[in-house]
């Protein structure tokens, strides 16, 4: 019976402190990919070669995966599908982080990578390519 006082009194709390526009902690938006691989250091991997081949690997599939690099093989399809319509904002910048320093840095690994997860260049043309309505002159 305590128990159950306790409950109800809580969930109560919670009602009223909603109610009254009081915010606690922020949890992530709904339909996101997980945040548990969010704080992972790019920078650290894009410094080191070791680290470097070693996610290239994982993700050509010519290589094991450690938890976040399954975790992006999952996601990625979806994520280049969508926009990245489910991704948070950490994700989001460390994607183009990622994406930038291949492009520049490691155009060999990027054209490897391109032509397996969009073999029909599409979505090389949606991100990459300026719109033709773009007009810039």
Do not use: H
Not at 96 to 103: E, G, M, N, P, W
């Amino acid at each position: 019976m305590a128990t159950r006082v306790f409950a109800l009194t809580f969930v109560s709390l919670l009602v009223i402190l909603g109610a009254a526009g009081i915010q606690g902690y922020i949890w992530p938006k709904q339909n996101t990919y997980s945040t548990r691989w969010d704080k992972v250091n790019i920078d650290d991997i894009l410094d080191s070669k070791r680290l470097l081949q070693y996610y290239f690997k994982c993700l050509m599939g010519s290589g094991p995966c450690p938890p976040d690099g399954q975790a992006l093989k999952r996601a990625l399809p979806e994520a280049l599908e969508t926009a990245c319509a489910k991704c948070t904002k950490s994700q989001i910048e460390g994607a183009a982080k990622v994406i930038s320093f291949l492009r520049e840095f490691q155009p060999e690994k990027w054209e490897e990578l391109a032509t397996k997860y969009d073999p029909d260049e599409k979505y090389r043309k949606k991100y990459f390519e300026p719109s033709p309505d773009n007009n810039t002159a």
